[in-house]
Structure formats: structure tokens, C-alpha cells
């Protein structure tokens, strides 16, 4: 069965340093979504690639990057983590003209 | 743009009782809205979604939401609640014009079942 996978599944770090999230997706989207999930706050964009080599920001995307090599994979970079991205991490994806995303299981990252 | 307003942070209704998780929405475009849940430790799954088409939408483990554009409002409904039920609920919004693929969600509001 097609399917989404995220990886690690928890995370702890320090304050300034790098970490990658990666998110893979078996479905064969061209689109794909990277949220954070914070108290209060729902689920909010932080970057979105509509297809290979393509990428954009979303509404919270000071402090991260991402890049798009190939369909399946759409890993997230934190430059130089800081406490205020302690947070769980949810990947998605969905088929160009279709409507419903589908999300991957979550990270859990912690920043000390 | 679009953006959704969910009305009660937190719900509590009693097992049997009727469900009612309010969400109300702004667009500039026509919108699609989506109803997702989420349970403990698990990421999101679609409950049910609106795309123009019928105003009464049902979706899985009986709930059902309409649309109504006079009030801008896309209200979940189930008419008896189950235990199973307890989770938390998202509504969210996109334009339904074309290349417009993003998500805009609102904050949530957590159901409780009460025994």
C-alpha cells in the first residue's frame, strides 16, 4: 500500500544545530507540505513543492529549508535550531488537482 | 485568502449525545473545506471534505458537515456520540481555483466523550 513515512520519529537537540527531517512518500504526488503543530495554534505551513526542483514558503518559514531532488522526497532543514522550533513536525502530500493531503505519522522534536 | 475560525477550544459531550464542532470560514475565492481528526500520537486523517458539489457532506464514522454560504459556515455534526470518538477535529480551508493547493487550518478544538 502507498504511504507516507516521516523519520525520526522523536528528536531531541541542542540550540544551534543543524537537523534534517525526512519525509517519504510512496504515493506518487507532485505535491508536498511540511506543518508544524503547536498549542493554540493548529497546524501552520512553514514550506511546499509542487513538483521536483520546485519549492515555496509558507506562512512560518524563517529558519527552515527545504528541497526537492525527487518525487518521493521532500526533507525538512533546520539551520541552527533555536528553542522556538520545539515542536511536532507533520509532512503531507497530495496529487495536483485533487484535493485531500495526506499526512505522515509526525516528528516530535524537542530543542534544549 | 482564506482562513477558518473553530469556535470552542475544547467540547465535551456525553456518549450517546449529539455532536456539534463549529467551524466558520473567510474566502475571497469559492473554497473547499476539509474536516480532519487526529488521534493521540497519530497524524491527520480526512473525516470528510466539500468541493462544490452536494451542501450536505457525509464522511466516515458518521459524521456529516453543510455548507452553508450565508453563514459562512461548515458545522461537524454526528448525531450520537461514541467513545471511539474522542480526538481532536480541524477544519480546514484552500481556494478552489487551480495551482491553489494550500491548506490554511484552524486551531482545533479537542472532543470529549463523556461516559
Known amino acids: 500500500d502507498a504511504e507516507i513515512t516521516q523519520s525520526p520519529r522523536h528528536k531531541i537537540t541542542e540550540t544551534g544545530r543543524q537537523v534534517t527531517l525526512a519525509c517519504h512518500q510512496t504515493w506518487n504526488h507532485n505535491n508536498m507540505f511540511w506543518y508544524r503543530q503547536d498549542l493554540g495554534h493548529g497546524l501552520r505551513l512553514i514550506h511546499y513543492s509542487y513538483g521536483v526542483h520546485d519549492t515555496n514558503k509558507g506562512e512560518v518559514s524563517d529558519g527552515y529549508s527545504v528541497s526537492r531532488s525527487n518525487t518521493e522526497d521532500l526533507p525538512l532543514t533546520l539551520e541552527s535550531a533555536a528553542s522556538s522550533q520545539t515542536s511536532v513536525y507533520f509532512c503531507?502530500?497530495?496529487?495536483?488537482?485533487?484535493?485531500?493531503?495526506?499526512f505522515g505519522p509526525g516528528t516530535r522534536l524537542t530543542v534544549l | 485568502a482564506q482562513s477558518v475560525t473553530q469556535l470552542g477550544s475544547h467540547v465535551s459531550v456525553s456518549e450517546g449525545a449529539l455532536v456539534l464542532l463549529r467551524c466558520n470560514y473567510s474566502?475571497?475565492?469559492?473554497?473547499?473545506l476539509f474536516w480532519y481528526v487526529q488521534y493521540p500520537n497519530q497524524g491527520l486523517q480526512l473525516l470528510l471534505k466539500y468541493t462544490s458539489a452536494a451542501t450536505l457532506v457525509k464522511g466516515i464514522n458518521g459524521f456529516e458537515a453543510e455548507f452553508k454560504k450565508s453563514e459562512t459556515s461548515f458545522h461537524l455534526t454526528k448525531p450520537s456520540a461514541h467513545m471511539s470518538d474522542a480526538a481532536e477535529y480541524f477544519c480546514?480551508?484552500?481556494?478552489?481555483?487551480?495551482?491553489?493547493?494550500?491548506?490554511?487550518f484552524g486551531t482545533g478544538t479537542r472532543l470529549t466523550i463523556i461516559p
Open positions: 480546514a480551508v484552500r481556494g478552489a481555483n487551480f495551482g491553489n493547493e494550500k491548506l490554511t
Open positions: 503531507a502530500s497530495s496529487a495536483t488537482r485533487t484535493d485531500t493531503q495526506y
Open positions: 474566502s475571497s475565492v469559492p473554497p473547499y
